[in-house]
C-alpha cells in the first residue's frame, strides 16, 4: 500500500470517529443537561431514555474506533520513528480507551436515578435528582482526567509528523500546541477551575491543528518521498 493512501485511511477512521466524539460529548449533552438545575436534567434524561442509551453506546463506539486511528497512524509513521510511534499508540489508545470504558458506569448511574427504578425507592425525587447531577459531574471529572492523554499522545504524534518529510512541518508544530492546550485544560478544569476561562479563550485555536492534521490526512494524503532523499524539506 503507497503513502498517500495509508494517509487516506488514517484520516478517514481519524474523522469518522471524531464526528462520533463530537455527538457524544457535545451534542448529546448539551440537549439534556442543564447546568446547575437537576430537575431538568433528570427530566430531560428520563424523558429521552433511548438517546442517552445510544449515547452510552457510542462511547462504546468511539473509543473502539481510536484504536484504530492509533493504528493506522503507526503504519503510516513507523518509518520515521517505531519506538516513538509506539508510544504515541499507547497514550493515544491504550490509555484513553479504558477510561471511556469505565465512564459509561457514571452514565448508568445517571440513568438509574433519573428513571426511579424501584431498588431506589428509599431515596425520594430531590435526592435522586440530586444523584443524577452527581453522576453528571462524575462523568464529566473523568473526561477531564482522560483529556491528559488527549494531550499527551499529540506529542510523539507532533515530533512524528514533524520529522516525517512527507506531510507539512507547521501541522507537527500545531499539534504539539494542541497537545499543551489540551494539558491546559484538564490542569484547569480539575485543579483551578476558577481559571477554565482563561484557558477556554486559547483552547480553540491552538486545538484546531488536530481538526486540520485529520482532514488534511483525508484529502491531501501524504507526498511519497523520493527515492533517496528520506528527510526532504518540503513544500506544498
Do not use: C
Amino acid at each position: 500500500m503507497d503513502i498517500k493512501k495509508k494517509a487516506r485511511i488514517a484520516g478517514a477512521v481519524y474523522v469518522f470517529t471524531s464526528l462520533i466524539g463530537i455527538i457524544r460529548l457535545l451534542i448529546i449533552p448539551r440537549m439534556m443537561i442543564v447546568k446547575g438545575d437537576a430537575t431538568a436534567t433528570a427530566g430531560n434524561i428520563a424523558a429521552h431514555e433511548s438517546l442517552f442509551r445510544l449515547g452510552i453506546f457510542t462511547d462504546f463506539v468511539g473509543a473502539t474506533l481510536f484504536i484504530f486511528v492509533t493504528l493506522a497512524l503507526y503504519q503510516l509513521l513507523k518509518d520515521v520513528n517505531r519506538e516513538l510511534a509506539l508510544v504515541m499508540v499507547i497514550l493515544g489508545s491504550l490509555m484513553v480507551t479504558p477510561l471511556f470504558f469505565v465512564n459509561t458506569v457514571n452514565d448508568a448511574g445517571t440513568l438509574m436515578f433519573a428513571r426511579g427504578a424501584d431498588f431506589l425507592s428509599s431515596f425520594d425525587k430531590s435526592q435522586r435528582e440530586t444523584m443524577v447531577m452527581l453522576f453528571v459531574h462524575l462523568h464529566d471529572h473523568l473526561i477531564f482526567a482522560n483529556a491528559f492523554f488527549w494531550g499527551l499522545w499529540l506529542f510523539p504524534l507532533a515530533v512524528l509528523v514533524y520529522r516525517s518529510g512527507f506531510l507539512p512541518r507547521l501541522i507537527g508544530v500545531w499539534l504539539f500546541i494542541a497537545g499543551v492546550a489540551w494539558l491546559g485544560f484538564s490542569f484547569t478544569r480539575i485543579v483551578t477551575p476558577q481559571y477554565e476561562w482563561l484557558i477556554d479563550k486559547v483552547f480553540d485555536p491552538a486545538s484546531f491543528g488536530e481538526i486540520v492534521f485529520m482532514f488534511w490526512l483525508l484529502i491531501r494524503g501524504a507526498r511519497k518521498l523520493p527515492a533517496g532523499q528520506p528527510d526532504p524539506v518540503h513544500s506544498y
